[in-house]
Nanobody, 123 residues
Framework: QVQLVESGGGLVQAGGSLRLSCAAS????????MGWFRQAPGKEREFVAA???????EYADSVKGRFTISRDNAKNTVYLQMSSLKPEDTAVYYC?????????????????WGQGTQVTVSA
């Protein structure tokens, strides 16, 4: 079992930055692929970024060059550094964990989810 708790969301002006954190329980954190997804009102949950246990990462085209995913296995924590934020980045951001290393952009790949943290970007 893996429990995930996100933090770091909030209100920021366009062009600003935020860093989201996701703290995970469990001794096998280092073996999981960790992902970030987001869901805006009235929209489906969408992939943002993922990092595999060895560190390889993937990003949605909409956030490439602006967001960076990283992990600290010693702290059982994954981060999402978000810069140059835009109003369209406004959403609830979810952390997720998967034992698989493939299909990391698909929500169904992930078996564990956090409760989400709200990010609001004002124009």
């Amino acid at each position: 079992q893996v429990q995930l708790v996100e933090s770091g969301g909030g209100l920021v002006q366009a062009g600003g930055s935020l860093r989201l954190s996701c703290a995970a329980s469990g001794r096998t954190f280092s073996t999981y692929t960790m992902g970030w997804f987001r869901q805006a009102p009235g929209k489906e949950r969408e992939f943002v970024a993922a990092i595999r246990w060895r560190g390889g990462s993937e990003y949605a085209d909409s956030v490439k060059g602006r967001f960076t995913i990283s992990r600290d296995n010693a702290k059982n924590t994954v981060y999402l550094q978000m810069s140059s934020l835009k109003p369209e980045d406004t959403a609830v951001y979810y952390c997720a964990a998967s034992g698989a290393g493939a299909f990391v952009t698909l929500p169904n790949t992930y078996g564990y989810w956090g409760q989400g943290t709200q990010v609001t970007v004002s124009a």
